[in-house]
């Protein structure tokens, strides 16, 4: 079920949230919790149901596991450290059968000029989601970081509907204690108010803004055989600002659901692309993935305590381990790999101490981001090579007709006048070059939603706000397409 759809905002959240509080006001807060529970399980089902005992088998395995290694069961006849590695091995090994097989044996037939079948299995929404989140907690448990939990809250934990599908990773330290907190369990208008404002502002994002922006993505990646270099540069920045509408108003959406329910999510953005570095970008971009492969791939490989070098590799390998991540694909790994280069070039930058003017710092990052997105997006390896090319030849420049009168001159150094933006525009840019600019311009000098959030205020201000953006994105439901990282 999609956050942007009139199943969910009318009749899925409305009806699961006055039971749930209903239940509570009864005072059967097990019963209450059990429904929510289950009315998580349904909102995964609805894409699905298959994949429904997918999602059980991991949440009662790795709850078992969990409670042998913080010695809440008796103890078992393994050692910690080898009931840790059975554990998290048979997470990867789950995520891998359904995320990498296919990938695995197109490689092996390369390879070995074998033509060995393909799986073609369907990825369950989520998969690396939970999986992660699961494996995290397998970890603190080992190292003696975890408490008591009873299992109600430990589903409730992994399966809480707002998170399940495409984040924040959650941290139990964060997020058990809240479900079991007696303080959560009665009805707050004020989170509520708070809850229905944010949901509103991603609902806008998602609808209005990326899905807008994905219409040029979707042309000039997956349909136009050539791009021009302004059409291969607007098709780059139209996937740049659409990934971070499309992620950062899924992430809204998350948090003001989970706070109709009293539950905190983490926070996931804090306006990435205002990033000085790429260091800072990572501490703003998917912060709760970020902060996974630090504490639990970059720490385990070392992170910093060894020699320069050592810390070098830990990084590339840490990212390139992010990329894989995201998905089965070269392109994938090379975007991972990029990322890695770029965080060990600002290391060794800064060993120095040295300094760059702040424009400049983000003009660089900025780029660097976008272009690194481009291999993110491309379905193939010589998609993501047509469009970077195109961004960098100087031989295709293509400027607007209404132009050729006064700037013919430049026809002499090879610049040609036509459709400008014909491959990824056909209204040719009229809407295109304004809402890049106006993209820009929230990106920059908007606060984000975080920031909102901290300063709101109930008032018909903040009201008119929310309904209209409310309004603006119930309107366009009839264009529904999914979140980008259900993908993933």
């Given at each position: 079920m999609l956050f942007n759809s009139y199943e969910f905002i009318f009749l899925f959240l409305p009806f699961t949230f006055f039971i749930y509080f209903y239940l509570l006001h009864k005072r059967l807060a097990t019963a209450a919790k059990g429904f929510l529970v289950f009315a998580?399980?349904?909102?995964?089902?609805?894409?699905?149901?298959?994949?429904?005992?997918?999602?059980?088998?991991?949440?009662?395995?790795?709850?078992?596991?969990?409670?042998?290694?913080?010695?809440?069961?008796?103890?078992?006849?393994?050692?910690?450290?080898?009931?840790?590695?059975?554990?998290?091995?048979?997470?990867?090994?789950?995520?891998?059968?359904?995320?990498?097989?296919?990938?695995?044996?197109?490689?092996?037939?390369?390879?070995?000029?074998?033509?060995?079948?393909?799986?073609?299995?369907?990825?369950?929404?989520?998969?690396?989601?939970?999986?992660?989140?699961?494996?995290?907690?397998?970890?603190?448990?080992?190292?003696?970081?975890?408490?008591?939990?009873?299992?109600?809250?430990?589903?409730?934990?992994?399966?809480?509907?707002?998170?399940?599908?495409?984040?924040?990773?959650?941290?139990?330290?964060?997020?058990?204690?809240?479900?079991?907190?007696k303080w959560n369990m009665v009805k707050n208008y004020r989170n509520v108010a708070m809850g229905l404002f944010l949901f509103s502002i991603g609902l806008f994002k998602k609808v209005v803004i990326a899905d807008t922006f994905a219409v040029w993505t979707n042309a000039g990646f997956d349909t136009a055989t050539t791009l021009n270099l302004f059409e291969a540069w607007a098709t780059s920045l139209s996937f740049t600002f659409q990934l971070y509408f499309d992620f950062s108003g899924y992430t809204d959406m998350a948090i003001g659901v989970a706070l109709l329910f009293n539950i905190r999510l983490p926070i996931n953005f804090n306006s990435p692309y205002k990033a000085l570095n790429i260091q800072d970008f990572w501490r703003r971009w998917h912060i709760?993935?970020?902060?996974?492969?630090?504490?639990?791939?970059y720490i385990s490989l070392g992170g910093n305590?060894?020699?320069?070098?050592?810390?070098?590799?830990?990084?590339?390998?840490?990212?390139?381990?992010?990329?894989?991540?995201?998905?089965?694909?070269?392109?994938?790994?090379?975007?991972?790999?990029?990322?890695?280069?770029?965080?060990?070039?600002?290391?060794?930058?800064?060993?120095?101490?040295?300094?760059?003017?702040?424009?400049?710092?983000?003009?660089i990052t900025f780029n660097f981001v976008n272009i690194a997105w481009v291999f993110f997006r491309a379905k193939e390896w010589e998609d993501a090579v047509r469009v970077i090319s195109s961004m960098f030849s100087f031989d295709n420049v293509v400027l607007a007709n209404s132009l050729s009168s006064k700037l013919s001159f430049l026809q002499d150094y090879g610049i040609t006048f036509g459709g400008w933006?014909?491959?990824?525009?056909?209204?040719?840019?009229?809407?295109?070059?304004?809402?890049?600019?106006?993209?820009?311009?929230?990106?920059?000098?908007?606060?984000?939603?975080?920031?909102?959030?901290?300063?709101?205020?109930?008032?018909?201000?903040?009201?008119?706000?929310?309904?209209?953006?409310?309004?603006?994105?119930v309107l366009s439901l009839n264009k529904v397409s999914e979140f980008l990282y259900f993908n993933f």
């Open positions: 998580s399980l349904f909102f995964y089902s609805w894409w699905n149901i298959a994949y429904l005992p997918l999602i059980l088998l991991s949440i009662l395995f790795n709850y078992a596991v969990g409670n042998s290694l913080n010695e809440n069961f008796k103890k078992v006849r393994v050692s910690k450290k080898t009931l840790l590695w059975f554990g998290v091995v048979a997470n990867f090994a789950l995520l891998g059968y359904f995320k990498y097989s296919d990938f695995f044996i197109q490689n092996l037939n390369l390879a070995l000029s074998s033509n060995v079948g393909l799986l073609h299995l369907v990825l369950p929404l989520g998969i690396s989601f939970f999986t992660f989140t699961q494996i995290a907690y397998l970890v603190d448990s080992y190292k003696g970081e975890t408490a008591e939990y009873d299992f109600l809250n430990y589903g409730l934990f992994v399966t809480f509907f707002p998170h399940l599908l495409a984040g924040p990773i959650l941290h139990h330290s964060e997020m058990m204690p809240q479900f079991a907190s709760t993935l970020s902060r996974f492969l630090r504490d639990y791939v305590r060894g020699s320069s070098f050592a810390t070098y590799n830990n990084l590339l390998a840490t990212f390139i381990i992010g990329g894989i991540w995201h998905g089965a694909g070269w392109t994938f790994v090379f975007w991972g790999f990029l990322h890695g280069v770029a965080l060990v070039v600002h290391k060794f930058w800064s060993r120095f101490g040295l300094h760059m003017p702040k424009v400049i710092a983000w003009f933006v014909a491959n990824v525009d056909s209204d040719g840019g009229k809407f295109l070059l304004p809402l890049l600019l106006l993209g820009f311009i929230l990106i920059l000098f908007f606060g984000n939603s975080n920031q909102k959030l901290k300063s709101f205020k109930l008032s018909y201000k903040t009201a008119l706000f929310a309904g209209i953006a409310f309004i603006g994105g």
